[in-house]
């Protein structure tokens, strides 16, 4: 069965910083891209960032240069460094499992960030 728990959301004030977990269970990791992404209320789900197996990444150009995505196989988690926080960043967010073309994604459950002051 496979699982993706995200961890790591909450209440920062802008300017600050979080830091976002998912630990995988079920799936060999190195076979999979993991990518977060969020929506905001009345927003669609967008893409924030991803890295694939091999260590390529690939951002929003809403957050380059604020985000950084990394993996660690050993601990089968994939990991976003969130820093100077946006209010506009404000919204759940998702960690995603893909293996690639064809193969349905695998989600989290989500994780709520609120950047206010």
């Known amino acids: 069965q496979v699982q993706l728990v995200e961890s790591g959301g909450g209440l920062v004030q802008p300017g600050g910083s979080l830091r976002l977990s998912c630990a995988a269970s079920?799936?060999?990791?190195?076979?999979?891209?993991m990518a977060w992404f969020r929506q905001a209320p009345g927003k669609e789900r967008e893409l924030v960032a991803s890295?694939?197996?091999?260590?390529?990444?690939n951002y929003a150009d809403s957050v380059k240069g604020r985000f950084i995505i990394s993996r660690d196989s050993a601990k089968k988690t994939a990991y976003l460094q969130m820093n100077s926080l946006k209010p506009e960043d404000t919204a759940v967010y998702y960690c995603?499992?893909?293996?690639?073309?064809?193969?349905?994604?695998?989600w989290g459950q989500g994780t709520q960030v609120t950047v206010s002051s």
């Open positions: 890295v694939t197996g091999g260590g390529s990444r």
């Open positions: 079920g799936i060999i990791f190195s076979m999979y891209s």
């Open positions: 995603n499992a893909k293996m690639g073309q064809g193969f349905a994604p695998f």
